[in-house]
């Protein structure tokens, strides 16, 4: 089963409803209530029994999240895009709303001299475990075993830089979503770092310096 680009898989899935975050695909649905989140969660659990293809998905009073990536080659497949159409069916037979701006990841970034030193310690003190990683060369990353908490990455540093903070978080966001995300942040009293590798990711902080990146799959595919 052959990866596909961040852009292929955007452009195949319902725009109503599906947005690619975190190399997943993500929904949310507007249910309304418990019970009738409840039942499109039911509807979601046959379609992907019968496909052999399972999403995560998080159920809230008020709306159901769902999750959908190929685990086995840590990316995208031609699996997630049909099980998101068959997702999207059930959403439309029971008639339930999409909210397509909601969907989004969040990850911490610890920027470390010595990773093979520092990473143990995360390891430890979170209960996490490594991921395997996507690619030889990506950067080493420890996710929570539940599935529920943010992954934390580390990030290789060649030279001290005390005059900022060595941890950040990045929040990934849908890419239409981006523009309008980073600048509410701006608005509230931020300031932008860096776009130099927009729309990838930019680098923003707010007024002690703290830092967050707010990513996109854009400018990834390469």
């Known amino acids: 089963m052959a990866n596909l680009t961040s852009s292929a898989v955007q452009s195949a899935v319902d725009a109503r409803h599906w947005r690619v975050v975190l190399q997943t695909v993500r929904a949310t649905f507007r249910t309304g209530s418990f019970a009738r989140g409840a039942e499109l969660v039911g509807e979601i659990a046959a379609v992907a029994d019968a496909a052999g293809h399972h999403p995560d998905v998080d159920l809230r009073y008020a709306r159901v999240q769902v999750s959908v990536t190929s685990h086995d080659v840590g990316g995208l497949t031609d699996r997630d895009v049909d099980l998101a159409a068959a997702i999207s069916q059930v959403a439309d037979r029971l008639g339930i709303d999409g909210d397509p701006g ?39 990353a420890l996710v929570d075993p539940a599935g529920v908490g943010p992954a934390v ?25 981006a523009d309008t995300r980073v600048a509410a942040a701006l608005a509230a009293g931020g300031r932008l770092v860096s776009d130099d590798r927009a729309p990838a990711f930019r680098v923003l902080a707010d007024v002690e310096g703290n830092e967050v990146c707010v990513c996109t799959w854009q400018g990834r595919d390469g």
Do not use: C, K
């Open 153 to 177: 990455w580390f990030q290789q540093m060649t030279a001290p830089r005390p005059q900022r903070n060595r941890l950040h978080l990045d929040v990934s966001v849908p890419h239409d979503v």
């Open 102 to 140: 909601r969907p989004q990841g969040l990850e911490i970034a610890v920027d470390a001299l010595d990773i093979p030193a520092v990473l143990p310690f995360w390891r430890a003190v979170l209960g996490y475990v490594d991921e395997p990683p996507p690619a030889p060369d990506a950067s080493p």
